[in-house]
Each structure stands twice: as C-alpha cells, then as structure tokens.
C-alpha cells in the first residue's frame, strides 16, 4: 500500500486510503470444508462496488479513479488470506500430525477415566503405561458410525468403548480438542477430535487396571 500511495502523484490522505482499503476488503465468500479446516474465497468484490458508487455519482468519476487502486488492494488482500489459510493446511499436518497419539495427548500426566455407561465396570488409568506405549501405538480401521449411535440410546448393550479418557493437554499450540474413548479391554483408543476426522489406535498392552481391561 505505501507504494501505491507514493507512486500516485495526487494520493489522497493517508486516513482516507487507509479506510477505502478496509472498505474495499468487504466481499461476498464462498466457504468450504478442506482437510477440516474451513476456508472461504472471495468470490464478489462487495467493498469496491459500493465505494464505485459513492465516490463515482453525481459524475464524479475522478474522486473514484483516485481511490480506485486501494479500494482493489483491499479485494485482493483476501486472496491473500486464502493463500495463506492454505498454505497453513499442510504446515499444520507436519507441525501437529493427526496420525500421532501425542498430537492429542501430549501430556497424561493428571489423565483419568471416566465412564460412559451406566454399566462400565470399575476401572484405573495406568498412566505410566501410557505414557510409556504412546509411541507404539498402532493406527487402525473402526467402523465408529454404529457405536457412536448406540451410545445415545437407553438400553442394556454392551457398550465397546464404556470409558472416557479426561485431563489430558494436546500438542501447544495445535488448537485440538477431543473426545478421547478407550476400549473396554484397554487396548484401544478411539479420539474424536474437534476438527479433522477420527482416528483410532490399538496398543500392545491394556493401560487399564482391573475393570475389563487386564494390567499387562
């Protein structure tokens, strides 16, 4: 902008370039799920239509042609948003990897159980246990959609993942929060992130004590 403004031989004052650029950054978007980020790309540059109008009527199209430039930097700032907002899609996967336990459970270290159904069995967190097998966890296949309808509903089922794992801190700055289920034999970890999609892990060992799941 600064070179726009000391290029033009009649630029307006700065205070006033400032706010055709703002207004010029006003546009209709079209928004999408990528990679379970939203995105949005402009796609009607609303902000220069309106300042076309105010500035150009009543034949004053030389008032307009003075703020023309920054009123179309403002529209095209939005690209640049997008460009980074895309851009940031697989930074975020390489900084935050969602196929790794400890992208969502970065530190266990005041972690507990809680249940999820009324006939869970008593059960302890082995946290040691945890902490120590977070780094040979197995990525799996679940067909979670029947399970999670089943959790809803009244009924004497045998729920396949009867405990919640509470207290845990995700990765710094990953913005991730989660669901995170454990499976009645202690061997399973089924995390239900707030963004992106599920992902479930299989250990070698139960980090449970007593309840269903065996202490290895």
């Not at 220069?48 to 034949?59: E, N, T």
């Not at 009244?154 to 499976?183: C, M, Q, R, V, W």
């Not at 963004?195 to 479930?200: D, E, P, S, T």
Request: hydrophobic share 45%; proline share 5%; with cysteine.
């Amino acid at each position: 902008m600064c070179h726009l403004y000391r290029k033009k031989p009649a630029s307006p004052k700065l205070w006033k370039a400032i706010l055709v650029l703002v207004i010029g950054m006003f546009a209709f978007h079209f928004t999408f799920n990528l990679a379970g980020e939203i995105i949005s790309i402009p796609i009607l540059p609303i902000g220069v239509a309106l300042l076309s109008w105010l500035l150009g009527r009543r034949g004053n199209a030389l008032r307009w042609q003075r703020f023309r430039r920054f009123a179309w930097l403002g529209f095209l700032s939005n690209f640049i948003v997008f460009a980074l907002a895309l851009l940031a899609i697989p930074l975020d996967g390489m900084m935050y990897p969602k196929d790794a336990p400890s992208t969502y459970m970065m530190d266990v270290k005041k972690a507990s159980l809680i249940a999820s159904h009324p006939h869970s069995k008593e059960g302890t967190l082995n946290k040691a246990k945890l902490e120590k097998l977070m780094g040979q966890m197995t990525q799996k296949k679940i067909e979670s959609e029947s399970w999670y309808n089943r959790i809803r509903e009244d009924g004497d089922h045998k729920e396949k993942f009867p405990y919640i794992l509470n207290g845990t801190i995700p990765a710094k700055g990953s913005g991730l929060k989660a669901i995170i289920f454990i499976e009645e034999d202690g061997r399973g970890i089924l995390i239900t992130p707030n963004k992106g999609r599920q992902v479930y892990f299989r250990l070698k060992e139960s980090i449970l004590i007593g309840g269903v799941g065996k202490d290895g």
